[in-house]
């Protein structure tokens, strides 16, 4: 009698291990799926952050530009001997930042929203994990367990899911300057494993394995794990007894958005808003007086048309001149300054073509008052005379056209010369007609 009692001991015992049963898991490895889903979001709002600032410096450099123009317009005068060299470190450092955007935004925007499909993959499964219980006084089942004792998971549990009652599945708005890294994002088997991401109650949940009478009723059954939230999570073809996380910092499952995340260059993202941003930065203070704080910047002089070889060095005090000057010209003139800013570009149109041709009338032919061809025709004196043409009837032709009014007798004298603009061993040379064309670089 006694063997028979054993025989069947062991009978429902071998019954048993063959039926696994349903486990919950627990809230501590929920909250990391959580966690990992606020770092797949930060992919965003790092992106979002630094295309802003860029985009946000380059504008902001645009606008000293601009005022510096205005202000070497309305004074006459430029407020250091290197201001024009000066001009030319923006436009330079606003195309390097613009190139940076180019070359490396793209590829960021895309691997925000590799990372977003991830993130709303885990926020729903994890929801749906929560949510999946009978709530029957007695009989209850459910998903998600405490990390300590066998009751279900609740609100206080998942401080890293909910936060005022509700599931954190925004991405939030708040700027972020850290530069996302694929590896410290993702779980691997052994960080689950390391926050007992698993429970050995039986919660009669059915949403944690691919087996019969686990997840799939008693007649359906998974050949081989399932892999879900973009292939992060595994339902095993037992009953939860080990990590449900895949190594997904090895190896991300093919065909997901984590695979193309992970193959993403992710050195590319902090170029976004590199070194070149960062100069720019410094730039769009000046003219705010206190927080002006930008040191000597060394250029290259090929960099600028100056010459193959060497470099020109750009002294701290000629910012510190431009910041004091835009200062000063911004305290004098703000009630019309928005005013004169929206005109500069005609403005600049005008004195160009002023400044061309004179340079025209200076280098060709004399500029007459009547053509020339017009005054031989007249042979009479009262003719000539009314076609506001000079008469000498000892000459031939007797009537000739008289000379321009604004044309120089030193055609090649000291307009011609160019003023260098040296400030120590620097020297930037340029004309003084075409100065003004110089700064059209807006």
């Known amino acids: ?70 202000l070497v317009l309305h004074t006459k005068k430029l407020p250091t001997q290197n201001a024009p060299l000066i001009l030319s470190f923006m436009e ?75 599931w954190k599945t925004k991405i939030t708005d708040v700027p972020n300057t850290v530069a996302p890294s694929y590896a410290t994002s993702v779980p691997n088997q052994a960080d689950a494993q390391s926050v007992t991401a698993h429970t050995g109650q039986d919660n009669g949940c059915m949403l944690l394995s691919s087996a019969s ?23 095993g073809t037992t009953a939860l007894a080990a990590s449900p996380f895949k190594d997904v910092s090895a190896t991300a499952a093919p065909n997901t958005p984590l695979e193309q995340l992970k193959a993403i260059d992710h050195s590319q993202f902090p170029k976004i808003a590199g070194p070149a ?15 002006f704080d930008i040191p000597d910047q060394t250029i290259q002089k090929a960099d600028y048309g100056l010459g193959a070889e060497g470099t020109l060095q750009i002294a701290s005090s000629d910012f510190k001149k431009i910041n004091t000057a835009l200062q000063q010209f911004e305290a004098s003139a ?35 008052t009547a053509d020339r061809s017009d005054c031989n025709s007249h042979a009479e004196e009262e003719a000539c005379r009314k076609a506001n043409c000079n008469f000498d009837g000892s000459k031939k032709p007797k ?42 670089l807006f």
Not at 219 to 230: N, Q
Not at 415 to 437: H, M
Request: charge should be positive; proline fraction near 3%; charged fraction near 20%.
């Open 213 to 235: 009478g686990d997840g799939f009723g008693v007649t359906s059954h998974a050949g081989k794990d399932i892999l879900v939230m973009g292939g992060i999570f595994k339902l």
């Open 399 to 440: 009537c000739f056209a008289k000379p321009s009014e604004n044309q120089s007798d030193k055609q090649d004298g000291e307009s011609r010369k160019k003023e260098q603009n040296a400030t120590g061993s620097n020297s930037f040379t340029i004309k003084k007609a075409p100065l003004l064309l110089a700064f059209l």
């Open 277 to 291: 941003v960062t100069i720019l930065k410094k730039l769009a203070s000046l003219g705010k007086g206190a927080d």
């Open 334 to 368: 703000s009630d019309g300054l928005q005013r004169l800013l929206t005109q500069l570009p005609s403005a600049l149109l005008s004195h160009a073509a002023m400044n061309c041709t004179v340079q025209s009338s200076a280098g060709g032919e004399p500029k007459t």
């Open 92 to 166: 330079r450092t606003i195309s390097q930042a613009i190139l940076d955007l180019k070359q490396n935004a793209p590829t960021a925007v895309l691997a925000a929203a590799a990372a977003a499909l991830s993130s709303g993959r885990i926020d729903e499964y994890t929801q749906l994990l929560y949510n999946a219980n009978t709530n029957q006084p007695g009989l209850d089942k459910y998903c998600v367990a405490k990390d300590t004792g066998a009751s279900k998971a609740d609100p206080t549990d998942l401080g890293s899911c909910i936060s005022e009652g509700k």
């Open 1 to 70: 009698m006694r063997g028979k009692v054993y025989a069947l001991a062991l009978l429902l015992a071998t019954h048993d291990s063959a039926e696994a049963t349903p486990n919950g898991i627990k809230a501590g490895a929920i909250n990391r799926l959580c966690s990992l889903s606020d770092n797949l979001k930060a992919y965003t709002t790092y992106t979002k952050t630094a295309i802003a600032t860029a985009l946000t410096a380059v504008n902001d450099v645009q606008t000293v530009k601009q005022k510096l123009i205005l």
